[in-house]
């Protein structure tokens, strides 16, 4: 059996066994990944998209993250647990961002993850001994300022993106997802970086992957360049529930054996 994944293990995985990270919402989701033996799981403000139907993640509330890391806490043990902080939670001020770091940790997070470069609030995030992932490149609570979904960090911008790693790793970040970046952005920040990189549309050189829970499992009707559909999780759902309409109408449902 997989051991315990905390924060300083996944941290010791540099260079080492690729880090399987995967996202997941709700009881279903993260009992799936837990099987599989996900490393870390991750409780992404790509709910606001994949869960409650917005078009970005700019809406997703603490509210929403505290109920869906409440309900993915039930179903995990191993993996470690990772809670993004949405938009607006850390960007006000170093206390509200230790506030609503804290506010994840009660409900069962064991680690918080939040993107670009807010220095100030990690640090003061990890002074209240909770764990940091950092996240670069394309980050999605920026939609607006990159005018779209852009790849980031093409050519001389890798040195950027590079610093800025680094510059994450030395407050203590224990990792860095990379995403939407080239490959070979992604390979230069994954050597020169002492933290494990977590790629997501990042190339295959990051010394791990994530990816989000519906996209990998067929359950969204969109197609993305950087996620990999291992099943057609939509077709077997709608086959399943249009069986169960057809035996409704025709009386085949319930059968003896589902009555009392
Ligand atoms: O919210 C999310 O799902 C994420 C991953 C895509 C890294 O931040």
């Known amino acids: 059996m997989m051991k315990k994944r905390t924060a300083p293990v996944i941290r010791a995985m540099k260079g080492g066994e690729r880090i399987v990270c995967i996202t997941a919402y709700d009881l279903a989701s993260a009992r799936l990944c837990e099987e ?24 997703v509330t603490m509210d929403d993250m505290i109920h869906h890391v409440r309900a993915v806490r039930r179903a995990i043990k191993l993996p470690l647990l990772v809670a993004d902080m949405p938009f607006g939670s850390y960007e006000t001020s170093e206390a509200d961002a230790v506030r609503n770091a804290v506010a994840l940790m009660k409900v069962g997070a064991e680690a918080v993850k939040l ?20 996240h670069l490149g394309f980050t999605p609570q920026h939609v607006h300022e990159f005018g779209g979904h852009k790849v980031q960090a093409k050519g001389d911008a890798a040195d950027a993106l590079a610093t800025n790693a680094n510059a994450l790793a030395d407050v203590g970040v224990f990792s860095i997802v990379l995403e939407l970046v080239p490959r070979e952005s992604a390979r230069r920040v994954t050597e020169a970086c002492p933290v494990p990189t977590v790629g997501i549309g990042a190339g295959p050189d990051c010394d791990g992957q994530i990816q989000v829970f519906h996209d990998i499992v067929g359950l969204t009707d969109k197609e993305y360049r950087h996620a990999k559909r291992y099943v057609d999780g939509y077709g077997l759902f709608r086959e399943g529930i249009s069986q169960y309409r057809e035996d409704v109408k025709s009386g085949r449902f319930p059968e003896e054996r589902n009555s009392f």
Do not use: K, Q
């Not at 470069?117 to 940091?132: D, F, S, T």
């Open 36 to 59: 599989a033996e996900a490393d870390l799981v991750l409780v992404g403000d790509s709910l606001g998209n994949v869960v409650l139907g917005h078009d970005s993640t700019l809406p």
């Open 115 to 134: 993107e670009g470069m807010h220095l100030g609030a990690i640090e003061a995030i990890l002074r209240a001994g909770i764990p940091v992932m950092g």
